[in-house]
């Protein structure tokens, strides 16, 4: 019977591991619709089979409706949109983590840039400064976002605010030290 007396304080250790590991994932595992496509998915991406990675994530997507597997999946679609040099998948994954609720802070800043230039270069200039705006509140300021607002806004068609992002932009290169390029 010494066994049976082991048993209880593996379990209650394991468990403690298992929440440990559970804190420290931020976003929840995928559901049981998804976790078997995310899984297979996973396998393909880890075997580096990028393009049979791809026809996994796309078959499993349609399951993926929870945030939580939204999230997942946009992560994958992003791995693989990279791999694959694949704009439109990557494009894809970035919606679906954020669309998902769940992306940190930092993600929401990283991706929400991205979205705003994936727009800018289709011409969608108002989804563009939807979300240059979205990373700009989120704390974003690299790669000159304060002029591609100016300049998504202005091509939207709303003046006004393509002055005020202008004028953005020529403090934030003089607060940098720097001379704001004339154009």
Avoid: H
């Amino acid at each position: 019977g010494s066994l049976m007396a082991i048993t209880p304080s593996a379990a209650s250790a394991a468990q403690k591991k298992e929440k440990a590991a559970k804190a420290e994932q931020r976003v929840e595992s995928p559901t049981k619709a998804f976790a078997e496509g995310y899984n297979n998915t996973v396998k393909l991406i880890q075997a580096e089979d990028f393009a049979g990675a791809k026809t996994a994530f796309e078959q499993s997507a349609p399951t993926a409706t929870a945030p939580n597997d939204m999230y997942w999946a946009g992560n994958l679609a992003l791995q693989i949109g990279s791999k694959l040099s694949e704009q439109p998948l990557q494009k894809r994954g970035l919606e679906m983590i954020m669309n998902s609720g769940l992306a940190a802070p930092a993600e929401t800043q990283r991706y929400a840039f991205f979205l705003g230039q994936f727009a800018y270069k289709d011409e969608d200039y108002a989804k563009s400064v939807q979300y240059l705006q979205q990373a700009y509140d989120a704390g974003y300021r690299e790669n000159g976002i304060a002029a591609t607002l100016a300049e998504a806004n202005n091509k939207a068609g709303n003046t006004d605010k393509a002055y005020e992002w202008l004028n953005t932009a020529i403090e934030a290169e003089q607060a940098a030290g720097r001379t704001a390029p004339e154009n």
